[in-house]
């Protein structure tokens, strides 16, 4: 099963912050965070592995709540480098 991702879309001033949530009904084993800029491949961004893990990738910030079964992605105080589509994928149990 897909994990489910909101907002659908977010249009960011430079210097804004958004918040992406990936969240599952079964219970998420690994979630793997993608960023895909137009018309390129998409870039692996990072994986987090059990619950309460964060990560961060230049002001990019990944979460793990393991109980809640989401995943967040922070964009912090965004830039033009970081336009594109981001998502998400899940390895559920």
């Not at 993608?34 to 230049?58: A, T």
Request: net charge neutral; proline share 3%; with cysteine.
């Amino acid at each position: 099963q897909k994990p489910v991702q909101g907002p659908q879309a977010v249009i960011l001033q430079e210097g804004e912050d958004a918040i992406i949530n990936c969240n599952s009904s079964k219970a998420l084993y690994s979630v793997h965070w993608y960023r895909q800029k137009h018309g390129e491949v998409p870039d692996f961004l990072m994986i987090l592995l059990k619950g309460g893990e964060q990560k961060s990738h230049d002001k990019i910030v990944a979460t793990f709540n393991e109980k809640k079964q989401q995943s967040s992605l922070y964009l912090m105080a965004s830039q033009l480098s970081y336009s594109g589509t981001y998502f998400c994928g899940a390895e559920t149990q």
